[in-house]
């Protein structure tokens, strides 16, 4: 199991950095093989140097992508960087001139970059810093950060060799993909091989997603929870550790309490004490009958009700926040809110509404008994009891 885990919680485990787990893991291998190629349909990749599970998710949400990206040229010079060092051998050594002059010539049909602009260079430096702390490249000599200041800024650097492995191998031509929805059909466009592609959508959404929703108009994956639920349940437990709650119109596999893994909700974070007091709110209006439900629990409010609901919240509890969440502007406060609950599907950002989805109703916290809701009566953590 806990191999399994380290797998899914890293993009990749380099032998190099860390030989024991290497082994755990390549020792581990029968344990799990099934599960990641049969139930969840991965590719497996091991070798001399690098162990490494392409985890292709069911759809495109919010939360994936690279943390420290900020702009769409920085996965374009990402794309033109991994070109490059696909044409040098392993060890191989260049220099951060040849590289950029490199990513000229690579991007100069698709997205011009020119190095005498800051935000250009800053956005070279970002995708540099990522793929060394990717173990994609080794700098011998220099600091790849100076080159945001510096256009002439030279740097020695070494190709370790893994960046063959770094992108998901899909095994089909993608030239026609142009988008992520293209992606996702590209995923599960063999007619005859829908049982299987079920079974993978299912499986890969219940381990990599807060949860798995269905409406009337798309009931397969429902069907299939509902009919496997005890062969589904013993699988991820005894893969991952956990158990599978199914509900009316969505399914969550939560991480046992004693021994969760990766990012989690609620955790030791002040924006998550946050969405759960919301939560709670939303919950007791709909349970007043002030706020009507759909017939899939999607609950669908206007930006002005739920910067409403934002401010009761804050206006009742506000003052057992973190003091940077106090200090946040209603409208920097609001944008934050909306992120975090839209990463963890609770709600969805559809232009002039919102739609609240049933994870607001079944995640939801209050404040300890005894909370006056003045300052002198919380603790700085903001101290809930969850629901």
Request: some cysteine.
């Amino acid at each position: 199991m806990d191999e399994l885990r380290s797998l899914l919680d890293r993009f990749w485990i380099i032998k190099s950095q860390d030989k024991q787990l290497y082994f755990d893991v390549k020792r581990a291998l029968p344990q799990y093989r099934r599960f990641v190629n049969e139930l969840l349909g991965w590719n497996l990749i091991v070798n001399e140097s690098v162990i490494k599970l392409e985890k292709v998710p069911p759809r495109s949400m919010p939360w994936m992508g690279i943390e420290s990206f900020t702009d769409t040229m920085d996965y374009c010079l990402l794309c033109a960087l991994l070109l490059y060092l696909e044409d040098l051998d392993d060890g191989e050594q260049f220099l951060l001139s040849s590289l950029t002059e490199a990513i000229e010539t690579y991007m100069a049909e698709f997205c011009p970059v020119d190095w005498t602009k800051y935000i250009h260079r800053k956005s070279l430096v970002r995708v540099l810093l990522y793929v060394q702390n990717m173990g994609l490249l080794v700098v011998y000599d220099g600091n790849s950060e100076g080159f945001g200041n510096k256009q002439d800024q030279e740097v020695l650097y070494e190709n370790t060799g893994l960046s063959r492995h770094f992108p998901v191998h899909f095994g089909r031509d993608i030239s026609d993909c142009l988008t992520a929805q293209d992606f996702e059909a590209f995923s599960w466009g063999e007619d005859g091989e829908r049982g299987r592609q079920r079974i993978n959508r299912v499986y890969r959404q219940l381990a990599l997603a807060p949860a798995l929703y269905w409406s009337e108009g798309d009931r397969a994956d429902y069907e299939y929870v509902k009919n496997q639920r005890q062969w589904l349940e013993k699988n991820l437990d005894d893969a991952l550790g956990g158990e599978l709650h199914i509900h009316k119109n969505g399914a969550f596999f939560v991480f046992n309490e004693d021994s969760p893994f990766g990012v989690c909700h609620p955790r030791n974070l002040a924006l998550s004490d946050v969405v759960l007091l919301l939560c709670s709110l939303i919950r007791e209006r709909v349970t007043r009958g002030e706020i009507d439900r759909r017939e899939d629990d999607m609950i669908v409010l206007t930006h002005r009700e739920f910067r409403h609901m934002v401010n009761t919240c804050r206006e009742s509890g506000g003052s057992g926040w973190g003091k940077q969440l106090r200090e946040l502007s209603p409208d920097k406060l609001y944008q934050e809110l909306l992120a975090y609950m839209e990463g963890w599907m609770i709600a969805e950002d559809h232009g002039d509404d919102l739609l609240i989805c049933p994870a607001a109703g079944k995640w939801t916290g209050n404040f300890i008994k005894g909370f006056s809701g003045n300052r002198k009566g919380a603790q700085e953590d903001g101290s809930m009891e969850n629901a």
